[in-house]
C-alpha cells in the first residue's frame, strides 16, 4: 500500500465521518440508555518504522501499547453509552478495511 501523508489525513477524516454518522443515527433509533463503555479502531500489521508507518505517524495516527494504530473514540460523539460508541467505530473500521487496511473495533465497559 502506498499512501501519502495527505491520502492518510483524508482517510482519517472520512472514517471519523462515517463515524459521527453512524453513531448519530444509532443515537437517533435507540436513545442514550445504554450501559457505559469506550470503543475504538485497531488498524493492525504496519509496523511503525516502514515506509507506510511513518507516514501514517506524520499524518496523526498513533500506536498504542501493542503497536497497532489505534484511534480512540472515532466518532467523537459526546455520550458514555458504548453501543452508541461501537457504532461508530465500527464504521470508522469499516472505511479503513475499504481501503486496503486491516482494521478492527474494539470496546470494553466502563
Given at each position: 500500500?502506498?499512501?501519502?501523508?495527505?491520502?492518510?489525513?483524508?482517510?482519517?477524516?472520512?472514517?471519523k465521518?462515517?463515524?459521527f454518522?453512524?453513531?448519530?443515527?444509532h443515537l437517533?433509533?435507540?436513545?442514550?440508555?445504554?450501559y457505559?463503555g469506550?470503543?475504538?479502531?485497531d488498524?493492525?500489521?504496519?509496523?511503525?518504522?516502514?515506509k507506510?508507518?511513518?507516514?501514517?505517524?506524520?499524518?496523526?495516527y498513533?500506536?498504542?501499547?501493542?503497536?497497532?494504530?489505534?484511534?480512540?473514540?472515532?466518532?467523537?460523539i459526546?455520550t458514555q453509552?458504548?453501543?452508541?460508541?461501537?457504532?461508530?467505530?465500527?464504521?470508522?473500521?469499516?472505511?479503513?478495511?475499504?481501503?486496503?487496511?486491516t482494521?478492527?473495533?474494539?470496546s470494553?465497559p466502563?
Amino acid at each position: 500500500m502506498n499512501y501519502s501523508i495527505l491520502e492518510l489525513k483524508n482517510l482519517m477524516e472520512l472514517a471519523k465521518t462515517a463515524a459521527f454518522s453512524a453513531g448519530n443515527k444509532h443515537l437517533e433509533e435507540h436513545g442514550d440508555g445504554a450501559y457505559c463503555g469506550f470503543a475504538w479502531v485497531d488498524i493492525r500489521g504496519i509496523k511503525g518504522n516502514t515506509k507506510l508507518g511513518r507516514a501514517m505517524k506524520a499524518a496523526g495516527y498513533e500506536q498504542d501499547y501493542t503497536r497497532a494504530f489505534s484511534i480512540w473514540d472515532p466518532s467523537g460523539i459526546a455520550t458514555q453509552c458504548m453501543s452508541t460508541k461501537e457504532a461508530g467505530a465500527r464504521a470508522a473500521a469499516k472505511v479503513f478495511n475499504d481501503a486496503g487496511f486491516t482494521a478492527f473495533a474494539s470496546s470494553r465497559p466502563d
